[in-house]
């Protein structure tokens, strides 16, 4: 077995043959199932913490304030003392709440999450599962996470909750179209929906490069929509501290309230990375053909890092935006997308296709 | 024609006012020399409050151990809250006349709420703004305080003073 860190099929392909000669192949796909679910969940708290942590600090930064600082150097463990803290808290029982409802809509948001990062390529072989729609599934899977927002809101027993559930509907529902145009465009260039697929396509540039103005004006699109489908600021009508109290999540408590908390930030990661995989390229490293010297010593770097840097700069224009613009109303929203993002996706995608036809990008 | 240039305007007009506010957080973000908080216990040895601060009243002694302090009580009818009591004792001083001063100014801190209508309407300008802060204690008999101090004596006015 050659172990690398730049490619992990080989590493991964020794995992399953080894288990595969130690038990039946049905076994052997089982606990293969609860490795990836285990790594998933200890991958899913850890980004999660360090994520609200970074949100925290950046908005702090924006404020000129210092943010947490207490807790572990430059606050490193606030995070963690407040997800123990969460856990110690009482889950409260509201009457006449819709009890199953209820209780299952915090699981429908964090398993639509969680479903959607097992598409993401980390690296090369490092996928949970390489669907050759993995655009589509990704799409598909995202906007399952707004069912378990409405029906929090449905099952509270609460006008606040019910009103912020609403709004969310009504948001997600509309920019998913334009979520899916966004990416659509990188689907004509590269000509393929599977993630990997369209990776390998960047291997001599990526896309925003060579897909030049039509390119970068989805990539413009897609954050602008992405920060609207988590349900972020400026798009925070669902949740509208100053008008819901806390929208949908009014009434959690506890353990539950941090599963909506920790599925909203993951929700930022996943729509980040895709926005790395597709636009920026995801795992492969910066090329620019002909200059051989700089481009060995970027297959240097390994791909992981890119991929997760990459990631983090997506993350952290989200959180540029959550922390510099107001709150926008529902009818300013529907307008934004009906009226302005919408139509000129449709026709970038017409230019997009016109320019793939004629040939007319960096190839 | 005029409808398509006005809806490529907004589109234009809208992102660059976006970027502006952006290129103002983003100066802020990539500027940590900016932050204006101060990080209280660590700075507290060289903490220095503003002038007009409000943090407690006191009553400034000279280095005889004197104050301005005539016990009229002016203070204690202004205080609408009550926190202000003076004890004030008649003696006959050494020309024979007979003469108010304060046996204790008494000032509770718990029950002020830092109006300072006593300092505005302090004829003597006896009292005057303090401007510690740190006032957590214990036991809430701790924020009943004396403000003149054990053995202190009021300052005579000079005719020079007075005639300022």
């Known amino acids: ?363 | 024609m005029n409808v398509i240039f006005n809806y490529f305007g907004d589109v234009f007009g809208a992102i660059k006012s976006l970027w502006a506010g952006m290129c103002v957080t983003g100066y802020y973000f990539i500027h940590p020399g900016q932050i204006v908080t101060q990080k209280y216990p660590e700075n507290r040895r060289k903490l220095v409050m503003f002038e007009r601060f409000k943090g407690e009243v006191i009553m400034p002694h000279d280095e005889n151990n004197q104050h301005a302090c005539t016990g009229c009580g002016i203070c204690e009818i202004n205080c609408p809250n009550g926190s202000i009591e003076i004890i004030s004792k008649k003696i006959t001083n050494p020309e024979g006349k007979p003469e108010r001063i304060i046996d204790k100014h008494i000032y509770h801190l718990s029950m002020c709420t830092f109006c300072g209508l006593c300092i505005k309407n302090c004829p003597a300008k006896a009292i005057v703004w303090g401007q510690q802060f740190e006032h957590a204690v214990f036991n809430r008999h701790k924020l009943t305080r004396v403000l003149n101090l054990p053995r202190s004596s009021m300052k005579k006015k000079t005719k020079e003073s007075k005639k300022l």
């Open chain 1, 1 to 363: 077995m050659n172990f690398s860190i730049y490619d992990f099929t080989s590493f991964i392909n020794w995992i399953d043959n080894s288990l595969n000669s130690y038990m039946s192949p049905g076994w052997a796909i089982l606990v293969e199932l609860v490795i990836l679910g285990l790594v998933f969940i200890a991958f899913y708290a850890v980004i999660g913490l360090y994520l609200v942590l970074a949100e925290r600090k950046v908005c702090a930064l924006i404020q000129n304030r210092f943010g947490p600082n207490r807790v572990g150097p430059i606050g490193m463990f606030q995070t963690i003392a407040d997800l123990i803290k969460l856990l110690m808290k009482e889950l409260i029982y509201i009457k006449h709440a819709d009890t199953f409802l209820f209780n299952i809509a915090p699981f429908i948001v964090i398993i639509a999450s969680f479903m959607a990062i097992a598409a993401l390529p980390f690296a090369k072989g490092l996928h949970a599962i390489d669907l050759n729609i993995g655009i589509f599934y990704m799409i598909a899977v995202s906007s399952l996470g707004v069912i378990g927002i409405l029906i929090s809101g449905w099952s509270s027993n609460n006008k606040y909750s019910l009103i912020g559930a609403i709004r969310s509907g009504a948001q997600v529902i509309s920019y998913e179209l334009s979520v899916g145009l966004a990416l659509l465009s990188i689907v004509i260039f590269s000509g393929t929906l599977q993630l990997s697929g369209i990776v390998e396509s960047q291997a001599n540039g990526w896309w925003i490069i060579k897909g030049h103005i039509p390119a970068i004006i989805s990539f413009i699109i897609f954050l602008t929509t992405c920060t609207a489908e988590t349900n972020r600021g400026p798009f925070d009508l669902a949740e509208a501290e100053s008008e819901l109290t806390a929208g949908f999540h009014t009434e959690y408590s506890g353990i539950k309230f941090a599963f909506f908390f920790l599925a909203e930030y993951m929700n930022m990661f996943i729509l980040a990375a895709l926005a790395a995989t597709v636009f920026l390229g995801g795992w492969m490293p910066f090329h620019i053909a002909g200059w051989e010297g700089m481009n060995n010593v970027m297959d240097y770097i390994p791909p992981v890092i890119w991929f997760f840097g990459k990631t983090v700069v997506v993350i952290l224009i989200i959180m540029w935006f959550k922390w510099t613009f107001p709150r926008i109303r529902i009818d300013q929203i529907l307008t934004l997308e009906w009226k302005y993002l919408l139509p000129l996706n449709l026709m970038n995608i017409v230019l997009i296709a016109f320019i793939v036809l004629m040939g007319w990008y960096i190839k």
